[in-house]
């Protein structure tokens, strides 16, 4: 399995790796992006079908009847038979055994009072899947600059250890020899040999968190045709300083609150009549006998219908729910009002954390020099005999820990930068 950066510093390979802005471009490849692009697609598809409805409807209407039984009606006999006696009734079929009905229907919806708040609302639901997809965008350059740092830092810890393991081997066989030569007592010796074996035990952890980071890399790119990474640190923060965080919850927000003015203003309209066409061109056929080419036994028929509906008793229902409506739309504004509020007291929060996390790199880059400097006195006084093992080890732990705190002092910083991304 490939270990990403594993042994090639990144500082020492710009430009030949996956840099930040190349890891940014992987976006549309990602599974949560191309989720939320379909849902963006399914509401625009869902507005255009709803557009649709504004044209008429044609289709062809045809049936085939067999009567098992035919209906009979009692009629006044006198209809029929002046002679009949007063009272007297007769029944008649009003149908034959077959009859068959061939012809186009046409439904159109003139005026329906609804349908343009219908429509305004479907149109604000797309604008809410857009404000997501961009959420969902914002999030994953998030994490995955996260992750890449993680990988950057990681593979400086573990050619730390790779190196501190190599030169402390040197130690050991310096010690070794002192020991042998019968300068350095048991004790010294045990102890660079226990340091040795910690130096080995490092190297181990520093190589685990960098197989951890670069599979968390992995949940964000392909790194199948990458060998390195080839934005260092401080190329990282630099990408990261023209950004500004977007509140895609304050834009959601605003847009649940469109749509509940939306949602009243349809109730209302409820109230207002609608208006629909319908319309019928064919013909009927009745006869004993299933012959349907007979043209003597087809019978046209065709009409135009306008029909006018006005729903009454909305007039007694639609309270409630404008009532609700009303409480639903005071509940999105002081959401607002309190997104608005957080977001102003997290911005000048997020403004300090990064003042402060730039001030405390600088001060934990200045320990680091100090901390390397003592650290090569000591080693060069301990070669030359003049300091004991353990002043040097001291020295050595020191460095490292510096380093430790530097590495997590940038990783402080770029986390800080994204809260303002």
Not at 56 to 69: E, K
Not at 309 to 316: A, Y
Request: charge should be negative.
């Amino acid at each position: 399995m490939l270990i990403f950066c594993c042994f090639a510093p990144i500082s020492s390979v710009q430009g030949q790796g996956l840099s930040i802005a190349q890891l940014y471009e992987q976006l549309d490849q990602s599974a949560a992006f191309q989720q939320e692009e379909l849902q963006l697609r399914i509401a625009r598809e869902s507005y255009r079908e709803l557009r649709t409805d504004r044209v008429p409807v044609f289709y062809v209407d045809a049936n085939l009847q067999r009567n098992l039984i035919i209906p009979s009606t009692p009629v006044p006999a006198i209809a029929f038979d002046p002679t009949a006696p007063e009272g007297a009734i007769i029944p008649l079929k009003f149908a034959t055994k077959w009859s068959s009905k061939a012809g186009i229907q046409l439904e159109w919806q003139l005026f329906d009072p609804k349908r343009r708040a219908l429509e305004a609302e479907q149109k604000l639901h797309v604008s809410k899947a857009e404000v997501q997809k961009m959420q969902v965008a914002q999030d994953w350059t998030r994490d995955a600059t996260l992750a890449y740092a993680s990988v950057v830092l990681a593979t400086e810890q573990y050619e730390l250890a790779l190196q501190d393991s190599a030169a402390y081997a040197e130690i050991l066989d310096l010690s070794r020899e002192r020991f042998e030569a019968g300068r350095l007592p048991l004790g010294e010796y045990v102890t660079a040999q226990q340091e040795f074996e910690r130096k080995r035990i490092q190297l181990h952890e520093a190589w685990a968190v960098l197989l951890d980071a670069d599979q968390e890399l992995r949940l964000y790119v392909d790194l199948t045709g990458s060998q390195s990474l080839s934005t260092d640190i401080a190329g990282i923060v630099s990408y990261l300083e023209p950004r500004d965080q977007v509140n895609f919850t304050l834009q959601s927000l605003a847009l649940d609150q469109q749509i509940n003015a939306i949602q009243q203003a349809a109730v209302r309209r409820q109230l207002w009549p609608s208006l629909a066409l319908n319309g019928y061109l064919g013909e009927q056929y009745f006869s004993n006998n299933l012959r349907l080419g007979q043209r003597d036994q087809w019978f046209g028929n065709s009409f135009l219908n306008l029909a006018l509906r006005w729903p009454l008793s909305s007039i007694f229902t639609a309270g409630p729910t404008l009532r609700k409506l009303s409480y639903t739309a005071e509940w999105h504004a002081r959401q607002i009002q309190q997104e608005e509020l957080s977001e102003s007291v997290q911005e000048a929060q997020a403004k300090a954390r990064i003042t402060a996390a730039r001030s405390k790199l600088i001060s934990l880059e200045r320990i680091e020099v100090l901390a390397a400097e003592l650290r090569e006195e000591r080693e060069a006084a301990f070669v030359a005999g003049r300091v004991l093992l353990s002043d040097y080890n001291e020295a050595l732990s020191a460095w490292i820990g510096s380093q430790q705190d530097v590495w997590q002092g940038q990783f402080e910083l770029i986390q800080r930068l994204l809260e303002m991304k």
